[in-house]
């Protein structure tokens, strides 16, 4: 069974950081590429950041462009978000996704999170003074 567990969130002051983490059991994620995406209170979900599975070719959503760096450690089957400089518009809950689909990142990241094959329950970021 596929499954993704997220981690890493909580409370944290603006201009604050946090790194998430994103596991992966039952599958290698190695083969696959990895969305992050986020959904604040009575916000639609986007897409925060996609990395692919193949050449590294990572995207992101130009609202954390320069402030968020996304990460894979195969050896660990674990995706990272570094989360620089966050803001009290960072607030949401943070998901993870995982797809095998030879898309580009830019085509992934425009996906849904359900689209996706695999995707965590989610781990709350709260930026707040």
């Known amino acids: 069974q596929l499954q993704l567990v997220e981690s890493g969130g909580g409370l944290v002051q603006p201009g604050g950081s946090l790194r998430l983490s994103c596991a992966a059991s039952g599958f290698t994620l190695d083969s696959y590429a990895i969305g992050w995406f986020r959904q604040a209170p009575g916000k639609e979900r986007e897409a925060v950041s996609c990395?692919?599975?193949?050449?590294?070719?990572?995207y992101y959503a130009n609202s954390v462009k320069g402030r968020f760096t996304i990460s894979r450690d195969n050896a660990k089957n674990t995706v990272y978000l570094q989360m620089n400089s966050l803001k009290p518009e960072d607030t949401a809950i943070y998901y993870c996704?995982?797809?095998?689909?030879?898309?580009?990142?830019?085509?992934?990241?425009?996906?849904?999170?359900?689209?996706?094959?695999?995707w965590g329950q989610g781990t709350q970021v709260t930026v707040s003074s």
């Open positions: 996704a995982a797809d095998r689909s030879p898309f580009t990142v830019q085509a992934m990241c425009a996906m849904t999170l359900f689209d996706f094959d695999s």
């Open positions: 990395i692919s599975s193949s050449d590294g070719t990572i």
